[in-house]
């Protein structure tokens, strides 16, 4: 028996791994993800920090990986008659989730926050906000135009 035999072999290349929809897709599952970790500590009354890696110049001259505190900038707010809201963000952008452009969703009572916000994790995972996320990420904030290399050499 051959070595090779042994190996299971499928027919997927690197491209379709590095599918722009799908990334995007788990971006944004990422992003909620860390938004019912923080829905759940609001309700449960606890507190919630959330923290990255950077790399930093240390003490003695080096480069070193650290782990700091990240600002965690909630998705979810209520407003002065005890409403809460949910507002889906793609970057910068709040996702435009009908045709009239709204981009809340109403929650009712705090104890729902996180199941709606389950519940757009599951539309996100199925391809549902697929065409939304798609319009948020192809609309760049704070970009500036550039001339055109025909204007820049006339």
Same mark, same amino acid.
């Given at each position: 028996m051959s070595v090779?035999?042994?190996?299971?072999?499928?027919?997927t290349s690197r491209r379709d791994a590095n599918n722009p929809t799908q990334r995007r897709r788990a971006k944004l599952v990422e992003k909620l993800e860390e938004q019912l970790q923080g829905a759940e500590a609001l309700i449960s009354g606890m507190s919630f920090q959330t923290t990255k890696r950077i790399t930093r110049t240390g003490?003695?001259? =080096?480069l070193e990986r650290v782990t700091v505190p990240k600002r965690f900038c909630a998705w979810f707010w209520h407003d002065i008659s005890g409403v809460w809201f949910l507002e889906v963000r793609y970057g910068a952008r709040a996702l435009k989730l009908?045709?009239?452009?709204?981009?809340?969703?109403?929650?009712?009572?705090?104890?729902?926050?996180?199941d709606i916000i389950g519940t757009v994790i599951e539309a996100v995972r199925a391809g549902e906000?697929?065409?939304?996320? =798609?319009e948020a990420a192809g609309t760049r904030v704070g970009l500036k135009r550039t001339k055109s290399r025909s204007s820049a050499s006339a």
């Amino acid at each position: 028996m051959s070595v090779h035999a042994g190996l299971k072999v499928d027919n997927t290349s690197r491209r379709d791994a590095n599918n722009p929809t799908q990334r995007r897709r788990a971006k944004l599952v990422e992003k909620l993800e860390e938004q019912l970790q923080g829905a759940e500590a609001l309700i449960s009354g606890m507190s919630f920090q959330t923290t990255k890696r950077i790399t930093r110049t240390g003490a003695n001259g =080096e480069l070193e990986r650290v782990t700091v505190p990240k600002r965690f900038c909630a998705w979810f707010w209520h407003d002065i008659s005890g409403v809460w809201f949910l507002e889906v963000r793609y970057g910068a952008r709040a996702l435009k989730l009908d045709k009239s452009g709204a981009t809340s969703i109403v929650v009712g009572e705090q104890e729902n926050l996180v199941d709606i916000i389950g519940t757009v994790i599951e539309a996100v995972r199925a391809g549902e906000l697929d065409a939304l996320i =798609e319009e948020a990420a192809g609309t760049r904030v704070g970009l500036k135009r550039t001339k055109s290399r025909s204007s820049a050499s006339a």
